[in-house]
């Protein structure tokens, strides 16, 4: 199993673009997450999966992370991005209180990513 870099959650919502469905039925996570039932379940599972994350509660009391794919276990909901992850071994901590990186620390990061990304979907 490899090994997966940890991302600030600023550089998920810069680079992948997180998105609302129209056809959400609930109204989650900033408007764009899908619930882990019913019809949003549907839609999560309808639509391409290099293009859904899930949002899962940690190991430590208020720890959040969104992972690629889908995941049952810890899960809060799934969201839906623009740009595809191709099952990359990456992860975003989700930062409690306001903490942002800096505009010279976000670009640096999605530098990193991007890389990771390109060499992730040039081994399939």
Known sequence: MQKSTVFHEDVFYKHF????????????????????FGDDL???????????WTVVDGEEINEQWIIPGFHRVNRICFLLTEVAHFDAPIEFRIERGPH?????????????????????????
């Open 42 to 52: 549907l839609l999560a599972f309808e639509h391409d999966e290099n293009h859904v």
């Open 17 to 36: 673009r997180p998105f609302r469905h129209p056809l959400a039925r609930h109204d989650i996570w900033g408007g764009h997450g899908l619930e882990t």
């Open 100 to 124: 942002s990186l800096t505009p010279i620390g976000l670009t640096r990061r999605i530098t990193t990513l991007k890389r990771i990304l390109s060499e992730n979907k040039a081994k399939d």
